[in-house]
């Protein structure tokens, strides 16, 4: 007999993870606007009118990224709660 419900843990960590990572990374991007590492001072300048003119949209991002992780990690625990019943229940008879 197959499964009718087959959830993919594996898809659903990585997203959880990319999400949190991405988070992290739009979140440094203030650092990495006043980096020296970017030399030429005209993509130091833009790296700074990025960071500053996006700043609205990326909150919008960031809270997006962190709902979308958050929501991949609940439906892994939802899904392991509710197997672990319908296991459970399946060995009492």
Same mark, same amino acid.
């Given at each position: 007999m197959a499964a009718d419900?087959?959830?993919?843990?594996?898809?659903?960590?990585? *997203? +959880?993870?990319t999400m949190n990572r991405l988070k992290g990374e739009f979140?440094? *991007?203030?650092?990495? +606007?006043?980096s /020296?590492?970017?030399g030429d001072g005209g993509i130091a300048g833009a790296m700074g009118s990025f960071a500053s003119n996006w700043h609205i949209h990326r909150e919008k991002?960031? %809270?997006?990224? $962190? /709902?979308? /992780?958050?929501? /991949?990690? $609940?439906?892994?625990?939802q899904t392991?709660?509710?197997d672990g019943q319908?296991?459970? %229940?399946?060995?009492?008879k």
């Open positions: 419900f087959v959830v993919d843990y594996g898809l659903l960590q990585s *997203i +959880q993870s979140e440094g *991007i203030d650092a990495v +606007q006043h /020296a590492d970017w991002m960031l %809270g997006s990224m $962190e /709902a979308m /992780a958050k929501n /991949a990690g $609940e439906c892994m625990e392991r709660n509710l319908l296991a459970h %229940g399946l060995g009492k």
